[in-house]
């Protein structure tokens, strides 16, 4: 089993920055793709990044492309959301995920495990 924990998570306000981290362990990190999905209160959960193993592969939501970057660091075991010029609209538990995929894809099927979660509020 791989596990993962979220944090960083907390109460920003719009236009402000947060940075949450995915720190995993059980398994070998670098071989699995990282996602990072979020869920809005009363919505299904949803993509926001994804990572392949080594680094040199992102894929993004439209929705935050140019606003959050997703990075990871193998030898720490941690990959990263850095998400700037948040709105309200950006407020949701925030989940990382493991794939064991080398492609990297947004689907949520194609993850195999997933944090608990951490909670971002944007407030206007």
């Known amino acids: 089993q791989l596990q993962l924990v979220e944090s960083g998570g907390g109460l920003v306000q719009a236009g402000g920055s947060l940075r949450l981290s995915c720190t995993a362990s059980?398994?070998?990190?670098?071989?699995?793709?990282m996602g990072w999905f979020r869920q809005a209160p009363g919505k299904e959960r949803e993509f926001v990044a994804a990572?392949?193993?080594?680094?040199?592969?992102?894929y993004y939501a439209d929705s935050v492309k140019g606003r959050f970057t997703i990075s990871r660091d193998n030898a720490k075991n941690t990959v990263y959301l850095q998400m700037n010029s948040l709105n309200p609209e950006d407020t949701a538990a925030y989940y990382c995920?493991?794939?064991?995929?080398?492609?990297?894809?947004?689907?949520?099927?194609?993850?195999?495990?997933w944090g608990q979660g951490t909670q971002v509020t944007v407030s206007s």
């Open positions: 990572i392949n193993w080594s680094g040199r592969v992102t």
């Open positions: 995920a493991a794939s064991r995929n080398l492609v990297v894809v947004p689907s949520q099927e194609a993850y195999d495990y």
């Open positions: 059980g398994r070998t990190f670098s071989n699995y793709a």
